[in-house]
C-alpha cells in the first residue's frame, strides 16, 4: 500500500485505488472511478501533496493502459487485478482467468490489439 498524494487514498499492491475514511471505504480501478465514488457518498475528495497526486495521476494511466478490464503490467507481468493471477505471457494471463471463470474483455480495441499482437511476437520467436 502506498500513498497518493489524495486524502485517505492509497494504491494498492494489485494497483488498484482505495479511500478509507473511518469505516468507510471504496476501492476502483483507477483514480477517476474512485473520486466519482468518493464524491457520490458525499465524502471529501482533495489533494495533500501536489506533487505526489500528479506522481499518482500518471502512474494511474501508466498502470491501466492495456486495454484489457482489470489487467495491469507491473515489474515486467501482466496481472489480474484483485487476484493472484500474474503471467509473462498475456495469453497465459487470459487462459487462467477464465479458467477461474473471472471475465477477460477488452476496454479499448486499438490498445488491447497492440498489447496482443507485442505479446504474441514476443513468444513466437
Do not use: P
Not at 483507477?30 to 464524491?39: M, Q
Not at 482489470?70 to 507481468?77: E, F, G, I
Not at 480495441?109 to 505479446?119: C, F, H, V, Y
Request: hydrophobic share 35%.
Amino acid at each position: 500500500m502506498k500513498f497518493s498524494g489524495f486524502l485517505n487514498v492509497y494504491l494498492m499492491d494489485d494497483m488498484s485505488w482505495k479511500y478509507v475514511f473511518g469505516e468507510k471505504s471504496h476501492t476502483a480501478s483507477n483514480l477517476k472511478d474512485l473520486e466519482f465514488l468518493v464524491r457520490m457518498h458525499g465524502l471529501k475528495w482533495s489533494i495533500l501533496d501536489e506533487e505526489l497526486a500528479h506522481k499518482s495521476v500518471e502512474e494511474d494511466k501508466q498502470s491501466n493502459y492495456t486495454g484489457f478490464l482489470n489487467v495491469y503490467r507491473k515489474d515486467d507481468l501482466w496481472h489480474y487485478r484483485g487476484t493472484g493471477l500474474k503471467s509473462h505471457s498475456l495469453q497465459t494471463l487470459k487462459k487462467n482467468a477464465e479458467r477461474q471463470g473471472l471475465e477477460w474483455r477488452q476496454t479499448d480495441r486499438q490498445l488491447a490489439e497492440k498489447n496482443w499482437k507485442l505479446d504474441v511476437r514476443k513468444y513466437s520467436r
